[in-house]
């Protein structure tokens, strides 16, 4: 494990701050969605809470963001527990699966718009600024992460909506193995060649640099 200054051992705590708060809210806003959608499903569960208990994920939560501190990368990322839903509670299930998954991810970008605002507040604490600008980068990339079309991800849930009823079927046929495809686009780089620029445009609008 490398040795890490206190610099950056602050600038990863509050990484992992804003993380699990931006997951937490990720997956509420699922739950909340299909809930005005007429499924109580999270909420019956008790996921409609910011209590980061019941959204931790052993991998996701835990074991990844753990892994990056210290193989040194200088990022932090990972995702909560999904909430569950039961589509078959929507009162339209194609309006309710469409506005559930995009759900997720907007409120990502929601998360991002308000941590630029403060962020451009200006300098009147380091601390508080460092926690907006990781603000606004990490639900940068959850959000785009999450709108990648590989099962599960909130990307592939949306365009299985957009799909011909045959091509829908077909890109089922992913969804066992999409775990594996992500893991493949994250080690051959193809996953930041792919993000990287749609990243940057976003980050240089509520950023200003």
Avoid: C
């Amino acid at each position: 494990m490398p040795n890490f200054s206190f610099p950056q051992l602050f600038e990863f705590a509050i990484m992992a701050v804003v993380l699990l708060f931006s997951v937490i809210i990720h997956e509420m806003a699922h739950g909340y969605v299909a809930l005005k959608n007429g499924d109580p499903t999270a909420k019956m569960l008790g996921r409609l809470t910011l209590n980061p208990i019941p959204h931790i994920d052993p991998i996701g939560t835990i074991l990844l963001p753990f892994l990056l501190l210290i193989s040194g990368t200088g990022i932090i990322f990972g995702w909560a527990k999904p909430v569950p839903v039961n589509p078959l509670n929507y009162r339209n299930y194609w309006w309710g699966e469409a506005t559930v998954s995009a759900a997720g991810p907007l409120s990502n970008l929601a998360l991002a718009v308000i941590f630029s605002f403060v962020f451009h507040l200006g300098p009147l604490n380091l601390g508080l600024m460092k926690l907006a600008y990781f603000g606004v980068t990490i639900n940068i990339l959850l959000a785009l992460f999450n709108l990648i079309p590989i099962p599960p991800l909130d990307g592939s849930h949306i365009l299985a909506l957009l799909l011909p009823r045959d091509l829908a079927r077909l890109y089922a046929y992913l969804e066992p193995v999409g775990f594996i495809l992500l893991l493949i686009l994250f080690y051959t780089g193809l996953i930041g060649a792919l993000l990287m620029p749609f990243y940057r445009l976003i980050a240089s609008f509520l950023l200003g640099q």
